[in-house]
T-cell receptor
Framework: AQSVAQPEDQVNVAEGNPLTVKCTYS??????LFWYVQYPNRGLQFLLK??????LVKGSYGFEAEFNKSQTSFHLKKPSALVSDSALYFC????????????FGAGTRLAVHP | GAGVSQTPSNKVTEKGKYVELRCDPI?????LYWYRQSLGQGPEFLIY????????DSGLPNDRFFAVRPEGSVSTLKIQRTERGDSAVYLC????????????FGNGTRLTVT
């Protein structure tokens, strides 16, 4: 079965510093991988996805993610964090059932301190 | 354009009562998904519709849960004989059917069973 793991419950970073939120995946076949962000009392907002092609994927709000097949990872990154980036971040993988059902990780809370 | 709309935003009900949660997807999106998110956890898949039919209801926890999408647009998630353990945020998402299309989420309905 497809799955993703987010090993960190929380990531703390100072404003202006680079940030990384980790995600590893387990799939059969080629992975379709996604990152979503959730602000308080809001639904999930799509940030970026990897389906095929370049291993470095660029997304919304200056975020990017690096697909690494040998390490089965899809870490989310941003060169310079903003306080407004503080939120919950979810990694997800498309299920193998042939449609766009997503399996989500448990989430990582990002706290960016001024 | 308009995003996914979910009503009500909050619902408080007594144990044993029946509730209906409504989802209005993005116009033209043929796929519709229901997820449930408990505090501190990632979204958990409940059911997926392609058009009017439930293509995958493997995530519904038991037969108290039921969902419909009679005209291929608006969907209603129905919960009978609610239990305190049903308290969660219920998220609806829609997407085009193209492989790899991201899901677009509504802001959710927070259900509290007292």
């Amino acid at each position: 079965a497809q799955s993703v793991a987010q090993p960190e419950d929380q990531v703390n970073v100072a404003e202006g510093n680079p940030l990384t939120v980790k995600c590893t995946y387990s799939v059969s076949g080629n992975p379709y991988l996604f990152w979503y962000v959730q602000y308080p009392n809001r639904g999930l907002q799509f940030l970026l996805k990897y389906i095929t092609g370049d291993n470095l994927v660029k997304g919304s709000y200056g975020f990017e993610a690096e697909f690494n097949k040998s390490q089965t990872s899809f870490h989310l990154k941003k060169p310079s964090a903003l306080v407004s980036d503080s939120a919950l971040y979810f990694c997800a993988v498309r299920d193998s059932g042939g449609y766009n059902k997503l399996i989500f990780g448990a989430g990582t809370r990002l706290a960016v301190h001024p | 354009g308009a995003g996914v709309s979910q009503t009500p935003s909050n619902k408080v009900t007594e144990k044993g009562k029946y509730v209906e949660l409504r989802c209005d997807p993005i116009s033209g999106h043929t796929a519709l998904y229901w997820y449930r998110q408990s505090l501190g956890q990632g979204p958990e898949f409940l059911i997926y519709f392609q058009g009017t039919g439930a293509a995958d209801d493997s995530g519904l926890p038991n037969d108290r849960f039921f969902a419909v999408r009679p005209e291929g647009s608006v969907s209603t998630l129905k919960i009978q004989r609610t239990e305190r353990g049903d308290s969660a945020v219920y998220l609806c998402a829609s997407s085009p059917s193209n492989a790899g299309s991201p899901l677009h989420f509504g802001n959710g309905t927070r259900l509290t069973v007292t």
